[in-house]
T-cell receptor
Framework: GQQLNQSPQSMFIQEGEDVSMNCTSS?????WLWYKQDPGEGPVLLIA?????ELTSNGRLTAQFGITRKDSFLNISASIPSDVGIYFC????????????FGTGTRLTIIP | DTGVSQDPRHKITKRGQNVTFRCDPI?????LYWYRQTLGQGPEFLTY????????KSRLLSDRFSAERPKGSFSTLEIQRTEQGDSAMYLC?????????????????FGPGTRLTVL
């Protein structure tokens, strides 16, 4: 099935660093979501975006809905050890139904 | 805990056996979804229900797969004649789609998943 392109695929950073990741699609989406998944668990919703150009924050996390409607960005400021995990973007289409199309994931590792 | 629950969390079976998974959504949620996630990939949509009606099925859902939500509450996903390619994490999610429109409270909340290993 279709998966959105996320980059980078993995990141190795030191605690306290800022993190940026993005997600691109060949299709337009009317909703962008960002989830975090810990090993052996289901994804947990972090941020939801509904309008092109929208910038939304959740604590140290900030996400943006790209103006072309084909991309989205997630930034994490001042990373801490509990930020470790896999981050997935997900999109819902303009004329679509309820199904979400997920990205391939960005794995974040914090180097001691 | 009032989140989405799934049972079992892990299932190991031999090729050719049938397996059934259960999902209990968040109690007031009227929509329920099944996704499959293979190693190193994001979740892929399989099917979803609004109340007891199954509204969409992905082409990934072969005729060996069947999902039900008989009373509009819990759901079951059955895989018949399992194959090694069925090995994956099966995730359930639920949402409340009402008149309130957009908002993160209307989005899909996931359970912990059932990890299936077919030997």
């Amino acid at each position: 099935g279709q998966q959105l392109n996320q980059s980078p695929q993995s990141m190795f950073i030191q605690e306290g660093e800022d993190v940026s990741m993005n997600c691109t699609s060949s299709s337009i989406f009317n909703t962008w979501l960002w989830y975090k998944q810990d090993p052996g668990e289901g994804p947990v919703l972090l941020i939801a975006l509904y309008k092109a150009g929208e910038l939304t924050s959740n604590g140290r996390l900030t996400a943006q809905f790209g103006i072309t409607r084909k991309d989205s960005f997630l930034n994490i400021s001042a990373s801490i050890p509990s930020d470790v995990g896999i981050y997935f973007c997900a999109g819902r289409t303009l004329f679509g139904n309820e199904k979400l199309t997920f990205g391939t994931g960005t794995r974040l590792t914090i180097i001691p | 805990d009032t989140g989405v629950s799934q049972d079992p969390r892990h299932k190991i079976t031999k090729r050719g056996q049938n397996v059934t998974f259960r999902c209990d959504p968040i109690s007031e949620h009227n929509r329920l979804y099944w996704y499959r996630q293979t190693l190193g990939q994001g979740p892929e949509f399989l099917t979803y229900f609004q109340n007891e009606a199954q509204l969409e099925k992905s082409r990934l859902l072969s005729d060996r797969f069947s999902a039900e939500r008989p009373k509009g509450s819990f759901s079951t996903l059955e895989i018949q004649r399992t194959e090694q390619g069925d090995s994956a994490m099966y995730l359930c999610a639920s949402s409340l789609r009402g008149l309130a429109g957009e908002g993160s409270y209307n989005e899909q909340f996931f359970g912990p998943g059932t990890r299936l290993t077919v030997l």
